[in-house]
């Protein structure tokens, strides 16, 4: 157990050391205020304060893990080693960096909370974010630091046995649409019939009523591929539904179709199924929690998991609604058009709400790679090597890689050529050195 001294014993405080410790490390970690108890532990412990006691592990302390609220913060970036930090506290603390600190203003998003332009769905903008401007956008820099962190406390304590944790794959699936032909009724048919012949599409239109004859299979119905893949993998993929109404930014199948109401269930027996909340859900309470009943009332379960249509999040209340709805899980914590780690970490957290100052329940489950990014690169190779390297990253801080692809990103057609093997090597690596 690490024993931690401080003048304050904060909500921030808790919940950062709770999570690098705890979470990332799998040590147990306790506070104290008192000196006296503080000097009687005769196993890890360490002073997070402004001065040291004496000559213990000393961490000088930044003070935004005892502030309320968002502040305008000046923020210095320096490399540190192979990587990079914030927070420089000087030469009398066992760390060059306030770790804890740093940690905290990168999971609790505190720079999205700040004034920000943003883009066209109205989303924080990779570009915008520190991780970004400085450089660091491609590592899991939270992790890093925590294992700089044990391996100095491993220097002070050389008799203490830390455990290890493993390398994990989670894969997320998303269905914004299930099928690209069939069941999406006359009217829309008949719509897509007349745009192929307006923009000249005819091997499109023969595919179209090849499909919608029976003599072909739909190209986004890639469903049996995906739960074939599931049974040779130990943990559940997560696989997410869009089912609201019809939209100019959400096209899927009606939920009142029986097919798609079939397909769901089908799926949910081998795969968790959650919910891909549909754009205008961001905004209206009472949207997302119809669309919550509506897909309850398919898998017969409660839902424990969530996806923003467009990966659109407005901290805090996206999360606030979700922890409303006793929703357990989000997924939405990434950029589209960037690979990377938007909360700088590579293992699940609690959402932290800063204007309330409270750790909730709600386990944020970043993902770090979509497949659209992969498409910046030419050749199957080149994607090879980028996904690679960003394996590579999680694996070596022994984090959770979390990868989303689309369903259709499995079919035949030309610009998802290769995708299929990538998915099947990013699963692979579990089981690779």
Not at 1 to 16: A, E, F, G, N, T
């Amino acid at each position: 157990m690490l024993l931690v001294y401080s003048h304050s014993i904060s909500p921030r405080l808790k919940y950062i050391f709770k999570q690098i410790c705890t979470r990332i490390l799998n040590l147990e970690v306790k506070f104290t205020t008192k000196v006296e108890s503080f000097i009687a532990h005769d196993s890890l412990k360490l002073s997070y304060t402004m001065q040291p006691l004496g000559s213990e592990f000393h961490i000088r302390s930044h003070q935004i893990l005892f502030e309320q609220g968002i502040s305008d913060l000046d923020i210095s970036v320096s490399s540190w080693d192979e990587t990079k930090c914030f927070f420089f506290n000087g030469d009398k603390s066992s760390m060059p960096f306030d770790i804890f600190a740093a940690s905290f203003y990168l999971l609790s998003r505190y720079e999205e909370y700040l004034p920000h332009v943003k883009d066209e769905f109205g989303r924080f903008s990779a570009e915008d974010s520190l991780a970004y401007k400085h450089g660091f956008l491609h590592e899991p820099v939270v992790d890093i630091w925590a294992f700089k962190f044990r391996d100095a406390l491993k220097q002070r304590f050389p008799n203490f046995s830390f455990t290890e944790r493993q390398y994990r794959v989670r894969p997320v699936i998303d269905v914004p649409m299930a099928y690209y032909f069939i069941q999406k009724g006359v009217l829309r048919t008949i719509g897509g019939t007349f745009n192929d012949i307006i923009n000249l599409k005819l091997k499109r239109l023969y595919q179209r009523y090849m499909v919608l004859m029976g003599f072909k299979k739909d190209p986004y119905d890639t469903f049996n591929w995906i739960i074939n893949k599931q049974k040779k993998f130990n943990s559940k993929f997560r696989i997410f539904f869009l089912i609201g109404k019809y939209s100019t930014y959400d096209k899927n199948i009606s939920i009142n179709r029986k097919k798609f109401v079939s397909l769901i269930k089908s799926v949910a027996d081998y795969v968790t199924v959650g919910l891909k909340a549909s754009y205008f859900a961001l905004s209206d309470f009472k949207t997302l929690k119809t669309e919550k009943r509506s897909i309850e009332s398919v898998i017969n379960t409660d839902l424990e998991c969530s996806r923003n249509s467009f990966s659109r999040l407005n901290l805090p209340n996206t999360y606030r609604d979700l922890i409303e709805l006793e929703v357990r899980e989000d997924y939405t914590m990434g950029y589209v058009n960037h690979a990377g780690f938007r909360a700088g970490t590579c293992t699940p957290f609690l959402f932290y709400d800063i204007d309330y100052e409270i750790q909730t329940p709600l386990v944020i489950y970043p993902y770090h790679l979509m497949d659209y990014t992969l498409l910046d690169y030419n050749s199957l190779l080149d994607k090879k090597e980028a996904l690679s390297r960003l394996i590579q990253k999680v694996k070596a801080v022994k984090g959770t890689f979390i990868p989303v692809f689309h369903n259709y990103t499995f079919s035949s057609e030309e610009r998802w050529k290769g995708f299929r093997e990538l998915f099947s090597d990013i699963l692979n690596s579990e089981h690779e050195n």
